[in-house]
């Protein structure tokens, strides 16, 4: 069984600084793609960052230049800098990390961006 646990979320004001981290643990062989997805109110769940084992990475339009995605293969751990944080990223932030077949989901952390 693989857990995924999230730290890092909480509340910032506008043009602010937070930094995600997701470590897994349990069975794990292979972690190839993790990343990170949001989901606001009332809307969807979208792609925030993606990075592969190989360190190629892949950012939603709306983060580029003020998000960073990184790992630690060493530590089964992805991390999420987000900076010049603004309203609109106020969201559920979920963690994932593709093993093997199977797709692994953290339980999520609130980021709120409100003066």
């Known amino acids: 069984q693989v857990q995924l646990v999230e730290s890092g979320g909480g509340l910032v004001q506008p043009g602010g600084s937070l930094r995600l981290s997701c470590a897994a643990s349990g069975s794990i062989f292979t972690i190839y793609t993790m990343g990170w997805y949001r989901q606001a109110p009332g809307k969807e769940r979208e792609l925030v960052a993606t990075i592969t084992r190989a360190y190629g990475r892949v950012y939603a339009d709306s983060v580029k230049g003020r998000f960073t995605v990184s790992r630690d293969n060493a530590k089964n751990t992805v991390y999420l800098q987000m900076n010049s944080l603004k309203p609109e990223d106020t969201a559920v932030y979920y963690c994932?990390?593709?093993?093997?077949?199977?797709?692994?989901w953290g339980q999520g952390t609130q980021v709120t961006v409100s003066s």
């Open positions: 994932y990390a593709s093993i093997g077949t199977v797709d692994y």
